[in-house]
């Protein structure tokens, strides 16, 4: 009796933050789709961060999981102020995370390493270059992040998520760089509006009317509700409004929606998540006020969505202001970079109400820049390393 095949071997990396954990998972659910139709199994491991979210993301899906010492750089602008304690205390544990990964890495002997960024991903990313195990690193963002620029040398592919970013990598980075796009969730493109108003009751909204969503993230953004709040009665004479408002914020908006005029408040639901409906709410809307992360970005190009973004000014290296820009020349959005107030925001959103064909200009531009089959593209690439190996 023949012995069975091996089934294939794929460690993922990276996490911290659902910008790096969510689009890994979507890679490695497509890559077990892809296997499964042609018969074959995968065996994954992720090594992360012990109580990071993609130690929670992988016991959710059934993925095995190990964790690593990692550090953490604290950035400043001030070069100097970097060299502090903390810091030097977590970059004394590198050595002690890459002894770790390379043990882990050279024990379960995978095809291939997928990193998508984080600091947890240099120690495995530098074990799979000691293992002599192909390394694919991922990008989400326009630049690429700390712990991704620190792997690319150890890199058997580079994949990234823009055209623009290939200008921005060393000679040696861009010979092994392939765009693929930011994985997206296949569910992102199953919404149905009225499965919207059914789900959330919007009953009041006025379909002849532009709906637009408005969301800061799963715990929702007390910069973005503020703006929102103070020009909705304005928003509110031209469109609906969707706005998930995270927790902390929601009580105060609900008092707030109930002091609106009787003609309007029907148009306006504030809610703190929104959840399994997210598709058919994306698919309602006409326009999106959000903060521009890559996973936020990848989903609005992917489906072609009109936008306002407003960047979170602290994200790390900036990046949301990259991001954000990337797409606001390009006319793919309305990025406010500077000075954000909410003078500005209804200025932003008030052509994109009254003028249907620059909404519906701006979307098309925006799905230009979508890649749907990112995660396709990406497992491509984890096969064409695997193979080579």
Excluded at 71 to 82: V, Y
Excluded at 190 to 202: E, M, N, R, T, Y
Excluded at 213 to 240: C, E, F, H, K
Excluded at 319 to 335: C, F, I, K, S, Y
Aim: net charge positive; aromatic share 4%.
């Amino acid at each position: 009796m023949l012995a069975p095949e091996r089934a294939f071997r794929l460690i993922v990396t990276g996490g911290g933050t659902g910008g790096h954990t969510y689009p890994a998972l979507t890679a490695v659910r497509t890559l077990r789709t892809r296997l499964a139709a042609d018969g074959e199994d995968l065996d994954v491991l992720w090594v992360g961060k012990k109580g990071g979210l993609e130690e929670r993301v992988a016991a959710a899906e059934g993925i095995a999981f190990t964790a690593v010492a990692t550090g953490k750089i604290r950035r400043d602008r001030n070069p100097l102020k970097m060299v502090s304690p903390a810091n030097v205390k977590d970059m004394g544990r590198v050595p002690l995370g890459v002894a770790q990964a390379r043990k882990v890495v050279a024990d379960f002997d995978p095809d291939v390493v997928l990193a998508t960024g984080g600091y947890v991903a240099v120690p495995v990313g530098l074990a799979a270059k000691f293992c002599r195990r192909p390394l694919v690193i991922h990008e989400q963002t326009v630049r690429l992040g700390l712990a991704n620029r620190a792997l690319t040398r150890a890199a058997a592919r580079v994949a990234v998520s823009s055209e623009s970013t290939l200008e921005l990598l060393t000679d040696s980075a861009r010979r092994v760089a392939v765009v693929t796009g930011n994985p997206v969730r296949p569910e992102v493109f199953s919404g149905h509006p009225d499965k919207a108003v059914q789900a959330l009751g919007l009953w009041g909204f006025d379909r002849s009317l532009p709906t637009v969503y408005v969301t800061g993230g799963a715990q929702g953004s007390a910069q973005i509700n503020a703006l929102v709040r103070d020009i909705l009665p304005w928003l509110l004479g031209r469109a609906n409004v969707v706005h998930q408002c995270g927790e902390a914020s929601a009580a105060e908006l609900r008092e707030h929606a109930a002091t609106l005029p009787r003609d309007l408040s029907p148009r306006y639901l504030p809610t703190e998540f929104v959840g399994p409906e997210l598709p058919d709410v994306l698919a309602l809307a006409d326009m999106v006020i959000s903060r521009s992360g890559a996973g936020t970005i990848a989903e609005l190009t992917a489906l072609g969505k009109a936008a306002v973004l407003i960047p979170l000014a602290s994200s790390a290296g900036n990046e949301q202001a990259h991001n954000a820009r990337h797409l606001h020349d390009t006319g793919a959005a309305v990025a406010l970079l500077d000075g954000v107030s909410a003078d500005g925001l209804r200025d932003a959103v008030a052509p994109l109400l009254a003028e249907p064909e620059r909404r519906t200009a701006m979307a098309q531009r925006s799905r230009a820049h979508g890649r749907p089959d990112a995660a396709d593209r990406l497992v491509d690439l984890l096969l064409s390393a695997a193979g080579s190996r």
